[in-house]
């Protein structure tokens, strides 16, 4: 078996951004993450960058490549949230998977 599990999507499932997250793609994803125990959920759209961690799985926005929307809407306890322009990366290692976030100076 793989030792990560990830989905990469466009529309969010959490998200305290401007769009929040999306029921629909909740309901077609969410069984499928628990099902196969998937590790972290990738997505777009909203423009900002978020961690948030629901039910050991987490989710990771990284929408914020251009016009960024001001502020967030404390829908769930995030780990991070950031709504200046940036990118985010995931480095891959034996010993585990990190995710940086990096504004738009390529500062971490």
Sequence with gaps: TAVWKFIV?????????????YPDV???LMPLI?????????NGHDHSMQHIVSD???FFTS???SVTHE????REPALFESD???FTAIVFDP??????????????
Excluded at 34 to 42: C, H, P, Q
Excluded at 95 to 108: H, L, Q, R, S
Aim: proline residues 4%.
């Design 95 to 108: 010993e585990g998977a990190t995710v940086y976030f990096f504004d738009d100076n390529a500062t971490g």
């Design 9 to 21: 999507g466009h529309h969010p499932i959490h998200s305290n951004g401007f769009n929040g997250g």
């Design 56 to 58: 050991e799985t987490h």
């Design 63 to 65: 929408g914020a490549g």
């Design 34 to 42: 628990e099902m196969y125990n998937v590790t972290a959920y990738l």
């Design 84 to 86: 200046e322009s940036g």
């Design 26 to 28: 909740s309901v077609m």
């Design 71 to 74: 502020g967030f809407t404390p």
